[in-house]
């Protein structure tokens, strides 16, 4: 158990290189936007990179609220908002896609009886 223990200490790696600090902003209604702006290792902003934006907001399911979050294409925040109900929109579809066709592989899995699939039974 030990040994499990360390190799999965030995496989988390923090990457200094890959650090962003997040700004929130939100309209209190539809959702948020977060901006991730790289950062250095001491915290100093990354000019070398370019900040991120991605949008979070819920849907309702019939399950109750499922949490959509994306990716939003834009150089800045005024375009991350006109940009974030596309973005939004886009991936529920694709979630949508996604369910049905989660749904279309688990029915193709039922068997039904009385179908020959290749019975082993001899006679």
Known sequence: ??????????????????LYNEKTYTDLKTGSIKQLIPVKADG?????????????????????PLPIQCMIEANNLEEAAVNFPGAINA?????IEEAKKARLEE?????????????KIIT
């Open 91 to 95: 991936t529920v579809e694709r979630i």
């Open 44 to 64: 100093s902003k990354d000019e070398s990179r370019t900040s991120m934006f991605m949008g979070q907001t819920q849907v309702m399911s019939p399950s109750g």
């Open 107 to 119: 029915a193709s899995r039922i068997v039904v009886p009385g179908q020959d699939a290749g019975s």
């Open 1 to 18: 158990m030990a040994d499990t223990d360390q190799n999965q200490e030995q496989e988390l790696v923090f990457d200094k290189s890959n």
